[in-house]
């Protein structure tokens, strides 16, 4: 059986997707789209790393569930036509460094072209 180089690349990165992270001690973003204006907003919130590599509530150091509905508000909101745009205001234009490790920044780069795609196709997004 001859297997596409899009399935090839979907089980990789299905693979890839399985694999331990540490998370970043500067905080999470949460990306949705707004379709009917066109934008792609990333909203970041705060949060501690406890000594089992959990992400905490800074203020109640309870563990921040990684499902399901959050009632906590966003330090910032960053918002954009495109991933680039998104990025750029993120990383290059910000006074405040919201992201502390590479591979954080390299998932939010591949999350926010996500996003851009489905925008343009008209898709649902769904932040991985």
Not at 39 to 67: C, M, R, S, Y
Request: proline share 4%; net charge negative; glycine share 6%.
């Amino acid at each position: 059986m001859i297997v596409s180089i899009a399935q090839q690349i979907k089980e990789i990165d299905d693979q890839l997707s399985k694999r331990s992270i540490q998370l970043d001690p500067g905080g999470y973003f949460i990306i949705y789209l707004e379709p009917e204006q066109g934008l792609i907003h990333a909203k970041h919130f705060t949060n501690a790393i406890d000594e089992n590599g959990l992400a905490v509530d800074p203020a109640t150091g309870k563990p921040i569930p990684a499902k399901g509905k959050v009632n906590r508000e966003a330090t910032t909101i960053f918002s954009g036509h495109s991933a680039k745009e998104v990025c750029v205001k993120i990383f290059e234009r910000s006074e405040i460094c919201f992201v502390t490790m590479l591979d954080h920044a390299a998932y939010l780069g591949r999350e926010l072209q996500r996003a851009e795609q489905a925008l343009i196709n008209q898709q649902e997004y769904i932040q991985d």
